[in-house]
């Protein structure tokens, strides 16, 4: 099985790739009807939230650039 792949988009969504569910606070899961790929919402615009519908055009910026997270505390 390869790994679900997360991008984080300049400006924008959170693109998730491969085999994943996604559920809710309850653990109910969303229906995705067979996607392997959806973009998840970053901006709080959109109004299919938690799915991007594209709102966060010209209201968002944010340049996404990777970099490694400070050792974990033990």
């Known amino acids: 099985m390869s790994k ?3 991008t984080i ?3 924008g969504s959170v ?3 491969g085999d994943f569910e ?3 606070k309850d653990g ?3 229906g995705l009807q067979g996607r392997t790929t959806v973009s998840i919402c970053r901006c709080g615009l959109s ?3 938690p799915f991007c519908d594209g709102s ?3 209201h968002f910026e ?3 650039k990777a970099f490694d997270l400070p050792p974990m505390k033990s």
């Open 15 to 17: 693109k998730v790739e």
């Open 56 to 58: 966060h055009r010209n």
């Open 47 to 49: 109004a299919n939230k």
């Open 4 to 6: 679900t792949k997360l």
């Open 22 to 24: 996604i559920v809710d």
């Open 28 to 30: 109910n899961v969303y």
């Open 62 to 64: 944010h340049d996404a």
């Open 9 to 11: 988009n300049s400006n």
